[in-house]
């Protein structure tokens, strides 16, 4: 059985959970939070191979938790995709300065 890569999609959108769920589970395994729980526990638990972060969380910001990520765990094997209505150059900007790919 050939092992898919895993996804953790992190989204405190129950409906934007669900629809990349829907959409990633033929190819990945997919992993989904709303963002609530220690969020480098979940990585170390869940060993992601990518991370859909959104930016607009409730409590944190996917800015920071990526921060925090990229500050406290080797994540380099990590790639981390924000998923979010921000599109200005700025919001772009900050994704990158804070670990995004």
Request: charged share 35%; hydrophobic share 40%; with cysteine.
């Amino acid at each position: 059985m050939d092992k898919k890569t895993k996804v953790l999609s992190v989204d405190d959108n129950a409906q934007n959970r669900k629809v990349i769920e829907l959409g990633l589970k033929d190819h990945f395994d997919v992993v989904s939070t709303d963002g609530n729980e220690p969020f480098i526990d979940l990585v170390i638990k869940e060993q992601p191979k990518i991370i859909l972060l959104d930016i607009m969380l409730e409590g944190k910001s996917g800015f920071d938790l990526c921060k925090e990520l990229k500050d406290t765990y080797d994540h380099d094997d990590i790639i981390i995709i924000f998923v979010s209505a921000l599109t200005t150059v700025k919001d772009k900007l900050i994704a990158y300065a804070n670990g995004g790919d």
